[in-house]
């Protein structure tokens, strides 16, 4: 199936920089999400972003909803070490129907933050 | 709130044999279901959405003999991986519609190893 496309796959930073990854896509998406998932473990809900050109921040993330609506990037401001982890775009389109909540997750961002 | 949980979190099976993995949503009801797969160091790839008292959905590509989904209450759906076989060694990972925001929210996962 269709996948976002999301850069970059991996990023190897020092404790305390910022960090900054996005994804993109050649169709529209209604909504945008941000999810981070722990090794063995499944995605946890970071940000969701329901408007085009929305900008939300929760603690140290921020995210924007790109005004195309085919775009969105998630920062991270001055990283720590419990941020390590794998962190997907997913996009909804919200088609209606059984198609109603079905996500296209980005290929994910591996992040590895050394102390 | 909105907790979605999922049981077994690792099964070995033998090939041939069939494996029923349950996910639950414990503090609300869900109409709707997802289950993805995720091999190792890769995204999640939806495989079907399971409604409540009707048909799942599968996505183009899994076979729906195979990877038999019931959704028998608001609270449960059941995926049963008939036959397996090696290649269907993978994360298996659940997620319910629902909740104060109407939001996907994610089990934790389920890996299944077949021998």
């Not at chain 1, 941020?83 to 997907?88: L, M, N, Q, S, W």
């Not at chain 2, 183009?60 to 608001?74: C, P, R, T, W």
């Not at chain 2, 659940?94 to 994610?106: D, K, R, W």
Request: one cysteine or more.
């Amino acid at each position: 199936g269709q996948q976002l496309n999301q850069s970059p796959q991996s990023m190897f930073i020092q404790e305390g920089e910022d960090v900054s990854m996005n994804c993109t896509s050649s169709s529209i998406f209604n909504t945008w999400l941000w999810y981070k998932q722990d090794p063995g473990e499944g995605p946890v809900l970071l940000i969701a972003l329901y408007k085009a050109g929305e900008l939300t921040s929760n603690g140290r993330l921020t995210a924007q909803f790109g005004i195309t609506r085919k775009d969105s990037f998630l920062n991270i401001s001055a990283s720590i070490p419990s941020d390590v982890g794998i962190y997907f775009c997913a996009g909804q389109r919200d088609a209606g129907g059984t198609s109603y909540g079905k996500l296209t997750f980005g290929q994910g961002t591996i992040l590895t933050v050394h102390p | 709130g909105a907790v979605v949980s999922q049981h077994p979190s690792r099964v070995i099976c033998k090939s041939g044999t069939s494996v029923k993995i349950e996910c639950r949503s414990l503090d609300f009801q869900a109409t709707t279901m997802f289950w993805y797969r995720q091999f190792p160091k890769q995204s999640l790839m939806l495989m079907a959405t399971s409604n409540e008292g009707s048909k799942a959905t599968y996505e183009q590509g899994v076979e729906k003999d195979k990877f038999l989904i019931n959704h028998a209450s608001l609270t449960l759906s059941t995926l049963t991986v008939t036959s397996a076989h090696p290649e269907d060694s993978s994360f298996y990972i659940c997620s319910a519609l629902g909740g104060f925001n109407y939001e996907q929210y994610f089990g934790p996962g389920t890996r299944l190893t077949v021998t």
